[in-house]
Every structure is written in structure tokens, then in C-alpha cells.
């Protein structure tokens, strides 16, 4: 931790004074409950729903999204990992060192940041009727350049990364530039060329290099 804070990692350190344990279990129920409230939308969305479950034809769907769920803390944790990581390196090929673990914690507070589109997809189609098909409401992410073309304009091997690039996005990039300002003490800019180096630039190899293996 840097001896002399600004003011607004100050205020930062002050935010995000509590239990991180508390708040990781938390996150998951809020990720887990609401991603189990889509797939019900998701399930009402199919026509003749009810009559389809009485015959037992959504059971490898059931099966596919309870281990979905399972799947949620540790998916969290591997994500929190991995960005804390790259920035830890983004950092450092930029000529200082930030704590792992104060980083890790910071990325993991930072998450809460997607719970608001997998909510406004919710609250979007909760009256599933509004939707053309059960595909719609399961490839729907709200203010991202998916949205704005519209998914079924879109070839097959782009709309994840289309989807991927949104106004959460940007925000939590904002929100990881503070972090590295408050733990590291450099200033905004750069703090803002670590999270370059160490999220945006991996993120769009990710991406681009998705678009070009993805077969339709």
C-alpha cells in the first residue's frame, strides 16, 4: 500500500474496508439467482413450455444449467485470478509493483459491476411473451455493440465478441484504473496504461482471436 494516499484512493481504501469473504459469497447468490431466474424466462419463452417440461424434454437443460450454477463461484475466482494476474503484469513490464493479493481483492470487489446487465436482462424479458424466441433473451446484452445490431444480424462467430464489448465493460475498466491508482499510488494515467497493458489489450487478442477460429 502506497504511505501517501490522494484523496480518492483515501476514499477508495475506505470503500472497500470490509469482509471479503462475506461479500464473495455475496456475489455468487446474486449471480446464481439471478442467472437461475432467466433460465426460468428462458424455459417460458419456448412455445407449448408447459406441455414440453410434462414430457421431460427440458431435462438435459435442467442438467446443464444446475452445473452451470456449481460452476459460478469457481468460474468467479478463476476470472478474478487471471485479470489480477495480467495486471500484476502490466504493472510490472511498466517499472513498478502492486501487492497480488490487495489487487485480487480490489478485481474481486470490481465485479460487482456485471450483476447489472445479467439484471436488466432480466427485468428486460420478464415477460418472456415480449420475446421472439428463448435465443433472443439467452444472447441479449444490454448497451453492448450486440444489442445495437441486433444478434440475429449478426454472423454467429462475432456476437460474443460484440457482446463483450459494452458500457459495463468500459465502466469496470474505469473502475480497475482507480484500483491500480489506489494500491499502486502513480497517478491516473498511469494507472489507466497498466489496465491497458494488462486488460484491454488481452481482452481484444482474446476476442479477435475468437472471431477468427469460431466456425459458424
Keep these: 500500500m502506497p504511505k501517501d494516499l490522494s484523496p480518492l484512493a483515501q476514499r477508495v481504501h475506505d470503500l472497500i474496508d470490509f469482509d471479503k ?3 464473495f459469497f455475496c456475489i455468487v447468490l446474486l449471480f446464481i439467482l439471478i442467472r437461475y431466474l432467466t433460465n426460468e424466462l428462458i424455459l417460458e419463452a419456448v412455445p407449448n413450455s408447459q406441455e414440453v417440461k410434462d414430457q421431460g424434454a427440458f431435462t438435459f437443460f435442467y442438467i446443464y ?11 468467479l475466482l478463476w ?7 495480467l495486471l500484476w503484469l502490466g504493472a510490472f513490464s511498466l517499472g513498478y509493483k502492486i501487492p497480488y493479493k490487495s489487487l485480487w481483492q480490489f478485481v474481486l470487489v470490481a465485479e460487482f459491476i456485471f450483476i447489472f446487465p ?3 436482462r432480466f427485468l428486460v424479458y420478464i415477460n418472456p411473451e415480449t420475446a421472439e424466441s428463448f435465443s433472443e433473451i439467452k444472447a441479449y446484452r444490454p448497451l453492448s455493440v450486440l444489442s445495437l445490431a441486433g ?5 454467429l462467430r462475432l456476437r460474443y465478441p460484440l457482446a463483450t464489448l459494452n458500457l459495463f465493460e468500459l465502466l469496470y475498466m474505469v473502475l ?7 494500491l499502486s499510488g502513480q497517478n491516473m494515467k498511469k494507472s489507466a496504461l ?3 497493458a494488462g486488460y484491454l489489450i488481452p481482452m481484444a487478442i482474446w476476442l479477435t482471436w475468437f472471431s477468427l477460429v469460431y466456425r459458424d
Design 176 to 182: 480497475l484504473t482507480i484500483g491500480i491508482h489506489s
Design 21 to 23: 469473504r462475506v461479500y
Design 151 to 155: 444478434y440475429e444480424n449478426v454472423a
Design 79 to 85: 476470472k478474478f485470478t487471471l485479470i489480477s494476474f
Design 65 to 75: 444449467s444446475t452445473l452451470g450454477y456449481l460452476w459460478t463461484p469457481f468460474e
Design 118 to 120: 445479467e439484471l436488466i
Design 194 to 196: 497498466v489496465v491497458v
